[in-house]
């Protein structure tokens, strides 16, 4: 009984090749169809209709990679995608990641394998050359992190708005040494850098200088420290500084209540001897009463999610990027201006 392996040696053709003429996909050009198809008649080639089937069936799955289960942004990102699916009747596979890049490979075989029909991006661990050789065994969508190489669908929020917006404010608020705590050196992404460069030109457009030592690499999940112990621990090195900042734009709410919850143990008084700005909007922000970013996570979830849909489905889309807008929430942590320090 013939097999593909026969076709291959008869025709000179690779074995993807001569499996995406049997699946009639439409990337291969009508020379090697013909090739394959009459050695196919020649050799009394049958393809395993069972297998074949299989191959092209959906799976109803779609896997979501996540970097850490236990940060309630991802959480509340991912509850709001799987309320999505469960109303689109597909299932979600968590894939956390723990930011290894490994791991993250290891999960894109899940799209490779077709054992998920496509997969959710919230954060990237490799490089995109990396990445973007997944992109041929379906569809991947970006959400929440992005990148200026990927050539694929995204959905994110306009960081750099958001941390304009948060500086902004502070310097209204008549703060005028600002620290900013911002992403990771080992892991460089599109999302800190637009951070930093929102922080930077709301400093620009009201003449203050950047000062280098204010500017923190984000120190949660070092050494096994939560973001909240970071914060703390953020606050306990401005303290020991000698030229130290009034205010701190933080990368997220749970550093930014470290920092309240510390300032309280040091003596100090929020926002008179330091004000501080979180990221998010979780739920932890309204306890702490920490002025915020709110980020539009059950927006983001829903379009994400919709938009893999239709790439599943092969549907046109028009828009590959998708930047939706960030809000300020201001609360007491923010509000006392430095001239009213007594």
Same mark, same amino acid.
């Given at each position: 009984?013939?097999? $593909?392996?026969?076709?291959?040696?008869?025709?000179?053709?690779?074995?993807?090749?001569?499996?995406?003429?049997?699946?009639?996909?439409?990337?291969?050009?009508?020379?090697?169809?013909?090739?394959?198809?009459?050695?196919?008649?020649?050799?009394?080639?049958?393809?395993?209709?069972?297998?074949?089937?299989?191959?092209?069936?959906?799976?109803?799955? $779609?896997?979501?990679?996540?970097?850490?289960?236990?940060?309630? *942004?991802?959480?509340?990102?991912?509850?709001?995608?799987?309320?999505?699916?469960?109303?689109?009747?597909?299932?979600?596979?968590?894939?956390?990641?723990?930011y290894d890049k490994k791991k993250e490979l290891q999960f894109l075989e899940l799209l490779k394998t077709?054992?998920?029909?496509?997969?959710?991006?919230?954060?990237?661990?490799?490089?995109?050359?990396?990445?973007?050789?997944?992109?041929?065994?379906?569809?991947?969508?970006?959400?929440?992190?992005?990148?200026?190489?990927?050539?694929?669908?995204?959905?994110?929020?306009?960081?750099?708005?958001?941390?304009? @917006?948060?500086?902004?404010?502070?310097?209204?608020?008549?703060?005028?040494?600002?620290?900013?705590?911002?992403?990771?050196?080992?892991?460089?992404?599109?999302l800190g850098k637009d951070r930093l460069a929102g922080y930077q030109k709301a400093l620009e457009e009201?003449?203050?200088?950047?000062?280098?030592?204010? @500017?923190?690499?984000?120190?949660?999940?070092?050494?096994?420290?939560?973001? *909240?112990?970071?914060?703390?621990?953020?606050?306990?090195?401005?303290?020991?500084?000698?030229?130290?900042?009034?205010?701190?734009?933080?990368?997220?709410?749970?550093?930014?209540?470290?920092? $309240?919850?510390?300032?309280?143990?040091?003596?100090?008084?929020?926002?008179?001897?330091?004000?501080?700005?979180?990221?998010?909007?979780?739920?932890?922000?309204?306890?702490?009463?920490?002025?915020?970013?709110?980020?539009?996570?059950?927006?983001?979830?829903?379009?994400?999610?919709?938009?893999?849909?239709?790439?599943?489905?092969?549907?046109?889309?028009?828009?590959?990027?998708?930047?939706?807008?960030?809000?300020?929430?201001?609360?007491?942590?923010?509000?006392?201006?430095?001239?009213?320090?007594?």
């Amino acid at each position: 009984m013939a097999t $593909i392996k026969d076709v291959v040696k008869m025709t000179g053709i690779s074995r993807s090749t001569v499996s995406r003429v049997i699946n009639n996909d439409p990337h291969v050009s009508e020379e090697k169809k013909r090739r394959v198809l009459e050695a196919m008649e020649l050799l009394n080639y049958t393809p395993n209709s069972a297998a074949q089937s299989l191959r092209s069936q959906k799976t109803n799955t $779609i896997a979501v990679l996540i970097p850490e289960l236990t940060n309630p *942004f991802f959480a509340h990102l991912l509850d709001r995608i799987d309320v999505a699916a469960l109303e689109n009747n597909l299932q979600l596979l968590v894939c956390q990641t723990r930011y290894d890049k490994k791991k993250e490979l290891q999960f894109l075989e899940l799209l490779k394998t077709k054992q998920v029909d496509g997969i959710i991006l919230t954060s990237l661990e490799n490089d995109w050359e990396f990445i973007s050789t997944y992109t041929s065994f379906g569809p991947i969508v970006l959400c929440n992190e992005y990148s200026e190489e990927a050539q694929i669908s995204v959905v994110h929020a306009d960081q750099l708005y958001g941390s304009y @917006i948060g500086t902004k404010h502070l310097i209204e608020q008549g703060y005028h040494n600002i620290a900013l705590c911002c992403g990771n050196d080992e892991r460089p992404s599109m999302l800190g850098k637009d951070r930093l460069a929102g922080y930077q030109k709301a400093l620009e457009e009201f003449g203050l200088p950047l000062c280098k030592e204010w @500017i923190f690499q984000d120190i949660s999940n070092m050494d096994g420290r939560t973001p *909240f112990e970071g914060g703390r621990q953020l606050l306990r090195k401005i303290v020991s500084m000698k030229d130290r900042p009034d205010a701190i734009f933080t990368g997220s709410d749970q550093v930014g209540a470290g920092i $309240i919850f510390e300032a309280k143990v040091l003596g100090l008084h929020i926002p008179s001897d330091i004000a501080v700005i979180g990221f998010d909007d979780q739920e932890i922000a309204a306890t702490f009463d920490l002025t915020t970013i709110r980020q539009p996570l059950r927006e983001m979830g829903e379009l994400t999610l919709k938009r893999l849909i239709d790439l599943i489905n092969q549907k046109e889309v028009s828009q590959r990027v998708i930047k939706l807008p960030l809000e300020l929430v201001v609360r007491n942590s923010t509000k006392v201006c430095p001239k009213e320090k007594v």
